[in-house]
T-cell receptor, first 114, second 112 residues
Framework: GNSVTQMEGPVTLSEEAFLTINCTYT??????LFWYVQYPGEGLQLLLK?????DKGSNKGFEATYRKETTSFHLEKGSVQVSDSAVYFC?????????????FGQGTTLQVKP | DAGVIQSPRHEVTEMGQEVTLRCKPI?????LFWYRQTMMRGLELLIY????????DSGMPEDRFSAKMPNASFSTLKIQPSEPRDSAVYFC??????????FGPGTRLTVL
């Protein structure tokens, strides 16, 4: 079936360190892929997305490239800030664009220390 | 736009009581989703609607849970009777075409 697997957290980094959060997926066809971020006490917010192979999504210094050959969509940021501390969810869209639903990974907690 | 609105933000109730969670999606969005988030099980999709019609309710845990969407601007998730294991944060999300979902702030439910 369709699924998303993320690296386990928490990930603890110092400010200005390089971030990678791994995400791999299993899906039939060609799903769209997403990264969502959840700050403490809030709902999820879309961070970036990619809708086809080799697409790169980017936003707020974060990037992720849709790699079909490795079924991966790893999240990266060159220099993290304390304000990036949050839970990050990788997700894929299963089904059509009109009736599809998101399949989420388990989430990875990022803690950035000053 | 005010975004997705959920009420109440916090709910504390006793086991056996009926609980009703409410959601107002973003105007113009035609898909609505209800999720439950717990530490143990992560984020689970309970049910989603497209054009007010339930499309997939396979995530609804049991008959104690029910959801309705009487019109395009309102949805409810009801738990009757509630149990302590229902304690969680419940999110509502809406989408213009089920591609990008916009989440509400959530309702934190505690069942004693």
């Amino acid at each position: 079936g369709n699924s998303v697997t993320q690296m386990e957290g928490p990930v603890t980094l110092s400010e200005e360190a390089f971030l990678t959060i791994n995400c791999t997926y299993t899906a039939t066809g060609y799903p769209s892929l997403f990264w969502y971020v959840q700050y403490p006490g809030e709902g999820l917010q879309l961070l970036l997305k990619a809708t086809k192979a080799d697409d790169k999504g980017s936003n707020k210094g974060f990037e992720a490239t849709y790699r079909k050959e490795t079924t991966s969509f790893h999240l990266e940021k060159g220099s993290v800030q304390v304000s990036d501390s949050a839970v990050y969810f990788c997700a894929l869209l299963y089904g059509s664009s009109n009736t599809g639903k998101l399949i989420f990974g388990q989430g990875t907690t990022l803690q950035v220390k000053p | 736009d005010a975004g997705v609105i959920q009420s109440p933000r916090h709910e504390v109730t006793e086991m056996g009581q009926e609980v009703t969670l409410r959601c107002k999606p973003i105007s113009g969005h035609n898909s609505l989703f209800w999720y439950r988030q717990t530490m143990m099980r992560g984020l689970e999709l309970l049910i989603y609607f497209n054009n007010n019609v339930p499309i997939d309710d396979s995530g609804m845990p049991e008959d104690r849970f029910s959801a309705k969407m009487p019109n395009a601007s309102f949805s409810t998730l009801k738990i009757q009777p509630s149990e302590p294991r229902d304690s969680a944060v419940y999110f509502c999300a809406s989408s213009p075409r089920a591609v990008e979902q916009f989440f509400g702030p959530g309702t934190r439910l505690t069942v004693l």
